[in-house]
């Protein structure tokens, strides 16, 4: 590559964490790790579509190029609704539609109303036993329970955009993952939960996330002022191209400062997508599952699929920034 398009590639990425790309992994980690929380009637149905899983995980985040009403889907502004614990915040929907407005709640993310529509939608599929819905569900109802878990999905300064730190979403949430989970974190977790209250745990989840985001924010600006820009940052390939983002040695240093907590919510995003997915199994009756490899999804399910892949890979990295 020429000098003069790797400076113009790095300026485009510089404090931009593309959240979409390399918070992939730690999805795809989250969904895999779950499966084998499952019990044995549900784990002979699911292990086997393992891959599927963990590949689709990360299709809610592809489809926020082409479906406009996907991105409230991932986070909630809980600091736009007053102070912890948010107590005039209606946990129902309707009741908050009613007194916010749907356009108005939209705007700040709605992320624990809609993690318990895909619930009620799970429920049904395994109802019907339709086999393509409970997968693609499956993979999906895990991907915005774990966004739940991410602090910065649960505040308005999700990108460090107000304070002066931009990319911080990214680093929480990617970097580290990507550096350690693999080798350092703890997934021997026990077993999923039937959860008697979903709304009351999701919601949990989420005032949890809330209340870690000043923490997130504060360590990373008190870090900061131990590290000067060139051990800050570093250039690294990453498929070809040469990018700047959090050097390592800034980012364990930032884990180590938050004393495990990347570690602790992706734990807990594990075993609260294995709760779901065995909750809706329980609250449909626990049917029998029939353990085939060879799911037929509708040729709607594949061309979507082909879609999302295509407009992932196709679009301009300056256009995945990080948002919430």
């Not at 790095?10 to 795809?28: M, P, R, T, V």
């Not at 308005?156 to 580290?176: A, D, K, P, V």
């Not at 191209?241 to 959090?246: A, E, K, W």
């Amino acid at each position: 590559m020429h000098p003069k398009n790797i400076l113009l590639l790095c300026a485009l990425l510089i404090g931009c964490q593309k959240a979409f790309c390399w918070g992939f992994f730690a999805h795809k980690q989250i969904n895999r790790n779950a499966v084998f929380l499952l019990p044995p009637a549900m784990l002979a149905f699911y292990k086997p579509h393992l891959d599927f899983l963990t590949e689709h995980a990360v299709d809610p985040d592809k489809r926020r190029y082409i479906v406009a009403a996907e991105g409230p889907r991932h986070f909630i502004d809980l600091n736009r609704y007053g102070t912890m614990p948010f107590p005039d915040l209606p946990r129902g929907w309707q009741q908050a539609v009613e007194k916010y407005g749907e356009d108005s709640l939209s705007a700040h993310g709605i992320v624990p109303w809609w993690t318990q529509t895909m619930l009620s939608r799970l429920t049904t599929a395994f109802k019907n036993r339709n086999y393509p819905a409970i997968l693609k569900l499956s993979a999906e109802i895990g991907h915005y329970i774990a966004d739940a878990h991410v602090p910065l999905h649960a505040h308005s300064n999700y990108n460090g955009q107000q304070t002066g730190q931009h990319g911080i979403h990214g680093l929480w949430e990617s970097r580290i993952p990507e550096l350690l989970a693999e080798t350092e974190f703890d997934f021997f977790i026990g077993k999923a939960q039937y959860l008697s209250r979903p709304r009351a745990f999701i919601w949990q989840r989420v005032l949890e996330s809330a209340a870690a985001a000043d923490t997130v924010l504060t360590l990373e600006k008190n870090l900061t002022l131990q590290f000067p820009p060139t051990l800050k940052y570093a250039f690294e390939e990453r498929n070809g191209i040469i990018i700047r983002q959090y050097s390592s040695a800034f980012a364990t240093a930032y884990d180590k400062a938050l004393k495990g907590m990347v570690e602790r919510r992706m734990r807990q995003s594990v075993f609260a997508a294995a709760s779901l997915w065995y909750t809706a199994w329980i609250n449909a009756g626990q049917p029998d599952l029939e353990p085939s490899s060879g799911i037929d999804f509708s040729e709607d399910d594949r061309k979507n699929f082909e879609t999302l892949d295509r407009i992932w890979k196709t679009e301009e990295p300056e256009s995945r920034t990080l948002g919430n």
